[in-house]
C-alpha cells in the first residue's frame, strides 16, 4: 500500500509541477520574438502557477488518503524533487533561449554593419539585414510605418541576451542626429557583441562544473543510502517507519533541493556579472 502511495504522488506530482515547468521553459522561449515588454504575468503563466500548486495538493491528498501521515511525508519529497527538477528545467531553457537571442542580436549587428560597409543607405541596410536576421524584423517593420527604430530596439534590449540591440540603438541614433558614419560605427558594436558573446560562452563553460557538482552532491544521499543496505541496515525502512525518519527524510530532501537551487543561483549571479 505504501509503495502504491509512493508511485501515485510521484506520477501527480510530475503531472502537475514537471509537465507545466516545460510549459514555462517554452513560453519563456516564445516570448524571445515579442519587441514588447509586459508590465504583469501572462495568463498562462498564471495558470501554470495554478496547475503547480494544485498538482502538489492533489498528491499530498492521495498520500494521506492511501498512507495516511506517512503518504503526505513521501508525496512532499517527491513534491520538493519534482519542483526543483521544474526549476532546473525552466532555468536552463532561459540560459538557452538568451543564448540563442544574443547569437541572433551579433548576427544581426554584423550583417546590418555590412552592408552600411558596401554602401547601402540606413533603411535599404536594415531591409536587407532583416530578411535574414528575425530579431532585425520588427525595427524593419516599424520603419516602413515611419515609426522609430531605435524606440523598438531599446524596448527589445529588455529580453534576457538582447542587450546588444540597447548599444545598437545608441549607434542608430548618434549616427542619424549627428550625420557621422553609421557603418564603422555599427562595425565598432558588432565587434563588441561578438567580444560579449565569446565571453559569456567562457564563463558559461567554467559554470558548468559548478552546476554539475551541486547535482552531484544532492545525489550522494541515494549514494549514502545504498551504502547502508550493504552494511546490512535497512535505510529506507526506517525512514518511512516513524516520525523520527519521516522528519530526516523531509529535511534531507528539504536540504539538498536548496542547496542545488542555492548553487544555481550563485552560478546565475555570476554569470550576469560576466
Given at each position: 500500500?505504501?509503495?502504491?502511495?509512493?508511485?501515485?504522488?510521484v506520477?501527480?506530482?510530475?503531472?502537475g509541477?514537471t509537465?507545466?515547468?516545460?510549459?514555462w521553459?517554452?513560453a519563456?522561449?516564445v516570448?524571445?520574438a515579442?519587441?514588447?515588454?509586459?508590465?504583469?504575468g501572462?495568463?498562462?503563466s498564471?495558470?501554470?502557477?495554478?496547475?503547480?500548486l494544485?498538482?502538489?495538493?492533489g498528491?499530498?491528498v492521495?498520500?494521506?488518503v492511501?498512507?495516511?501521515?506517512?503518504?503526505?511525508?513521501?508525496?512532499?519529497?517527491?513534491?520538493?524533487v519534482?519542483?526543483t527538477?521544474?526549476r532546473l528545467?525552466?532555468?536552463?531553457?532561459?540560459?538557452?533561449?538568451?543564448?540563442?537571442?544574443?547569437?541572433?542580436?551579433?548576427?544581426?549587428?554584423?550583417?546590418?554593419?555590412?552592408?552600411?560597409?558596401?554602401?547601402?543607405?540606413?533603411?535599404?541596410a536594415l531591409?536587407?539585414?532583416?530578411a535574414?536576421?528575425p530579431?532585425?524584423r520588427?525595427?524593419?517593420e516599424t520603419?516602413?510605418l515611419?515609426?522609430d527604430?531605435?524606440a523598438?530596439?531599446?524596448?527589445?534590449a529588455a529580453?534576457?541576451?538582447?542587450?546588444?540591440?540597447?548599444?545598437?540603438?545608441?549607434a542608430?541614433?548618434?549616427?542619424?542626429?549627428?550625420?557621422?558614419?553609421?557603418?564603422?560605427?555599427l562595425?565598432?558594436?558588432a565587434?563588441?557583441?561578438?567580444?560579449d558573446?565569446?565571453?559569456?560562452?567562457?564563463?558559461?563553460?567554467e559554470?558548468?562544473?559548478?552546476?554539475?557538482?551541486?547535482?552531484?552532491m544532492?545525489?550522494l544521499?541515494?549514494?549514502?543510502?545504498?551504502m547502508?543496505?550493504?552494511?546490512g541496515?535497512?535505510?529506507?525502512?526506517?525512514?518511512?517507519?516513524?516520525?523520527?525518519?519521516w522528519?530526516?527524510?523531509?529535511l534531507?530532501?528539504?536540504?539538498?533541493?536548496?542547496?542545488?537551487?542555492?548553487i544555481e543561483?550563485l552560478?546565475?549571479?555570476?554569470?550576469?556579472?560576466?
Amino acid at each position: 500500500m505504501t509503495l502504491l502511495a509512493v508511485l501515485l504522488a510521484v506520477a501527480a506530482a510530475l503531472l502537475g509541477v514537471t509537465r507545466p515547468a516545460a510549459g514555462w521553459a517554452r513560453a519563456d522561449v516564445v516570448d524571445q520574438a515579442d519587441p514588447a515588454p509586459r508590465t504583469g504575468g501572462s495568463p498562462r503563466s498564471a495558470r501554470v502557477v495554478v496547475l503547480a500548486l494544485g498538482g502538489a495538493a492533489g498528491s499530498l491528498v492521495l498520500g494521506a488518503v492511501l498512507a495516511g501521515l506517512r503518504g503526505v511525508v513521501l508525496a512532499s519529497a517527491v513534491g520538493l524533487v519534482a519542483v526543483t527538477a521544474g526549476r532546473l528545467g525552466v532555468l536552463r531553457a532561459r540560459r538557452r533561449a538568451a543564448d540563442r537571442t544574443a547569437r541572433e542580436v551579433v548576427e544581426g549587428c554584423t550583417v546590418l554593419a555590412a552592408n552600411l560597409r558596401v554602401g547601402q543607405v540606413p533603411g535599404l541596410a536594415l531591409a536587407t539585414a532583416a530578411a535574414a536576421c528575425p530579431v532585425l524584423r520588427p525595427a524593419h517593420e516599424t520603419q516602413l510605418l515611419g515609426g522609430d527604430v531605435t524606440a523598438v530596439w531599446s524596448r527589445q534590449a529588455a529580453r534576457p541576451g538582447a542587450g546588444g540591440l540597447r548599444e545598437l540603438a545608441r549607434a542608430w541614433r548618434v549616427a542619424t542626429r549627428s550625420g557621422a558614419s553609421l557603418g564603422s560605427t555599427l562595425e565598432q558594436v558588432a565587434l563588441g557583441q561578438s567580444a560579449d558573446q565569446a565571453l559569456r560562452a567562457v564563463v558559461g563553460g567554467e559554470l558548468a562544473a559548478p552546476r554539475a557538482t551541486g547535482k552531484l552532491m544532492a545525489a550522494l544521499p541515494a549514494l549514502g543510502l545504498g551504502m547502508g543496505y550493504l552494511l546490512g541496515g535497512d535505510p529506507i525502512g526506517w525512514l518511512v517507519a516513524g516520525p523520527a525518519g519521516w522528519v530526516c527524510a523531509v529535511l534531507g530532501v528539504a536540504l539538498a533541493c536548496a542547496g542545488v537551487l542555492w548553487i544555481e543561483a550563485l552560478a546565475r549571479a555570476a554569470s550576469e556579472q560576466g
